[in-house]
Nanobody, 121 residues
Framework: QVQLVESGGGLVQAGESLRLSCTASGSIFSVLAMGWYRQAPGQQREFVAAITSNDRENYADAVKGRFTISRDNAKNTLYLQMNSLKPEDTAVYYC???????????????WGQGTQVTVSS
């Protein structure tokens, strides 16, 4: 199983930027699909962005044009650059890796512990 450790969360004002990092170990990083999810207080966890092993990117509509996902295979690290942050982006952000298919559905096999992002208005 892949071990994931996020960092880079914090408190910022609306309109500012943050970059989250996720360092992976326990598997061959370059072959993994990876992504980010978030969970706001009282809400369900939601998809933010994902990137395949060949750098194909996918974003939720709520963050498209503001967030950028990227990866550095030499450093075993996944990034999420978040620009033009809004108060509604406030959430715990989770790094995910190793997408698998079982019981007729896709799921992420590995999750990080999460990092808090708070955006004040």
């Amino acid at each position: 199983q892949v071990q994931l450790v996020e960092s880079g969360g914090g408190l910022v004002q609306a309109g500012e930027s943050l970059r989250l990092s996720c360092t992976a170990s326990g598997s061959i990083f370059s072959v993994l699909a990876m992504g980010w999810y978030r969970q706001a207080p009282g809400q369900q966890r939601e998809f933010v962005a994902a990137i395949t092993s060949n750098d194909r990117e996918n974003y939720a509509d709520a963050v498209k044009g503001r967030f950028t996902i990227s990866r550095d295979n030499a450093k075993n690290t996944l990034y999420l650059q978040m620009n033009s942050l809004k108060p509604e982006d406030t959430a715990v952000y989770y790094c995910v890796a190793d997408r698998k298919f079982a019981n007729d559905k896709w799921y992420w096999a590995s999750w990080g512990q999460g990092t808090q992002v708070t955006v004040s208005s």
